[in-house]
């Protein structure tokens, strides 16, 4: 399906369109209450009052609510038709999109599309997820730092002792070949920081691949199977032992970054990161496609309200769970 057929899509002009589509992904087996959880001819429809369509009322715990309460959209005064179209936006872009670029497009003030934007990742973000890899399956890891580049920077104000990671934000990226991948903003690449992730995240029964590093020589041992790569030599591939996966991955981060985003400030790179995992664990080249992924991200705003302030909270670098 073309992007111009998506685009002409009532769910992103209609408002009833937009809320019978919400109500559909929120509630397949029928509407029930947020509040006590109830369903069936306990929840009834509220029509005909002064406060519009789409509400209802719980004959248990007698309060009335909408498919919005617990989402991302719950109290917004932006209509779901431009949430929506947002999402769409936002999952239909490999690389993303500006808030800038949203709010031109939505018409709205670029603080409302920043806002929005942080919701939307939210939505994208993964509850729960299990271990990656498992017996006969091969799994990447590789770190990279996020942060400009210190000749792009004024003469007067380049610091030539700033090479590698120095002065960067350090982001240590999973991938399951042929699956899913998991990026995480992290304090340092130390074997220290890396060691419980790589624990909690990955199946002890998978083959790592990874670079010639010295932090993997003491996490290595702790897995089925584990072959490095010497980049230092100009070796690459041997055999099955690459991490072309991985750095795949990063190359369209990085370019995210550079030539749409500009900056990512540290407080706000674990949603970035969300975004970028979301779009390629549900990625065209298995088979998803554009709305089927827009359709994955709103039924992942479901629990996960944001208010003004939570956005802005600077996160624990390092201990954030991915």
């Known amino acids: 399906m073309s992007r111009t ?25 029928g509407p029930y209450c947020p509040f006590c959880g109830v369903m069936g001819d306990r929840v ?16 248990d715990c007698r309060k009335k609510f909408t498919a919005a309460v617990g989402t991302i959209y719950e109290r917004s005064h932006i209509p779901l038709t431009k949430w929506f179209l947002a999402t769409h936006l936002m999952c239909s872009s490999k690389k993303g999109i500006s808030a800038h ?51 792009n920077k004024h003469r007067a104000k380049r610091n030539v002792e700033h090479i590698g990671g120095v002065g960067k934000e350090g982001v240590f990226g999973l991938v399951e070949r042929g699956g899913k991948v998991r990026s995480r903003h992290v304090a340092s690449v130390s074997a220290e920081n890396l060691k419980p992730v790589l624990i909690e995240q990955l199946d002890r029964a998978s083959s790592l691949m990874t670079d010639g ?12 199977r584990h072959e490095t790569v010497n980049h230092g030599i100009g070796e690459y591939v041997r ?16 370019r995210g970054v550079t030539g749409v985003y500009h900056h990512v400030s ?19 080249a298995i088979g998803v496609k554009d709305r089927e992924r827009a359709t994955k991200a709103i039924k992942g705003a479901v629990g996960k309200r ?17």
């Open 266 to 284: 540290a407080a706000h790179l674990k949603r970035y990161l969300g975004e970028f995992d979301f779009r390629y664990n549900e990625r065209s």
């Open 5 to 29: 057929t998506d685009l002409t899509n009532p769910i992103f002009t209609d408002p009833e369109a937009a809320r019978a589509h919400f109500e559909a992904i929120r509630w397949p087996a």
């Open 44 to 59: 009834a429809a509220l029509g005909g009052t002064s406060m519009g369509p789409g509400w209802y009322h719980c004959k």
């Open 101 to 151: 670029q949203l709010g031109r497009m939505l018409g709205l003030p670029y603080k409302t599309a920043w806002f929005m934007a942080h919701r939307i990742r939210e939505g994208m973000r993964e509850l729960s997820p299990t271990p990656m890899g498992g017996e006969d399956k091969i799994v990447e890891a590789d770190e990279t730092f996020i942060g400009g580049k210190e000749r």
């Open 306 to 322: 944001l208010t003004y302030k939570k956005p802005l909270d600077a996160v624990q670098v390092g201990k954030a769970s991915f």
């Open 239 to 254: 055999g099955d032992a690459h991490t072309n996966t991985i750095e795949g991955y990063f190359s369209i981060l990085k």
């Open 213 to 224: 590093e010295g932090q993997y020589r003491l996490i290595g041992p702790l897995f089925a």
